[in-house]
């Protein structure tokens, strides 16, 4: 079973640029996650989705943070523009439902902003 | 915002000695996880514990469940410098339209010395 795919593993831009991240969650799995992780503290989240819709981003920056999942299956993750403190590993996961099953992470993007 | 906290923050113990994290949350739940995160990767489910559960054993490790303290313990037997890792409980948030968050707390960086 092929887990969880996140892209880029890596990035780094200036500050006031634009960057996506992509995920694609494993097949069939109905809830996508993404989660900001600063360095030494726990997972964030960030937005939720039950298939396509959204179910909960009352932490999501919405000013510079936006996200979408296409037709219920692969996600993105814009931030525009970012700031010093975006700095951080988004995470995604999925999981078959929400809260009732494990979540099954990617290996995340790690973002430095300059 | 968090929901569950863990203590002790950072723990350091030998080889051989048993490991023991806690987590404490704040509202009702209908499961406890724990997940391991290896420095730079993402996260692993180690085991799900359900609210109508009181103990739950997985290989070398024991969760507790004590839904009265709203908290959780998770005891790892037998350490290995294998199991040097970050340790994070989550739980699922319960809130209006019938999906469940779910929310990590800040962790806990176990590290296991040869």
């Known amino acids: 079973e092929a887990g969880v795919a996140q892209s880029p593993r890596y990035k780094i831009i200036e500050k006031r640029q634009s960057v996506a991240f992509w995920c694609n969650p494993i097949?069939?799995?109905?809830?996508l996650y993404w989660y900001q992780q600063i360095l030494g503290q726990g997972p964030k989240l960030l937005i939720q989705f039950q298939n396509n819709g959204v179910v909960d981003d009352s932490q999501l920056p919405k000013d510079r943070f936006s996200a979408e999942r296409l037709k219920g299956v692969d996600s993105t993750l814009k931030i525009q523009p970012a700031k010093l403190e975006d700095s951080a590993v988004y995470l995604c996961?999925?999981?078959?439902?929400?809260?009732?099953?494990?979540?099954?992470f990617g290996q995340g993007t790690r973002l430095t902003v300059v | 915002s968090q929901q569950g906290e863990e203590d002790p923050q950072a723990l350091s113990i030998q080889e051989g000695e048993n490991a023991t994290m806690n987590c404490s949350y704040k509202t009702s739940i209908n499961n406890l996880q724990w997940y391991r995160q290896n420095s730079g990767r993402g996260l692993v489910h180690l085991i799900l514990?359900?609210?109508?559960?009181r103990e739950k054993h997985s290989g070398r490790l024991r969760v507790t469940l004590d839904t009265s303290k709203k908290s959780s313990s998770l005891l790892i037997t037998a350490s290995r410098a294998a199991d040097t890792a970050s340790y994070f409980c989550a739980t699922d948030d319960r809130f209006s339209g019938g999906y469940n968050k779910l929310i990590f707390g800040a962790g806990t960086r176990l590290a296991v010395h040869p």
């Open positions: 514990i359900r609210s109508n559960e």
């Open positions: 097949s069939g799995h109905a809830t």
């Open positions: 996961a999925s999981s078959l439902d929400f809260g009732k099953t494990e979540a099954f």
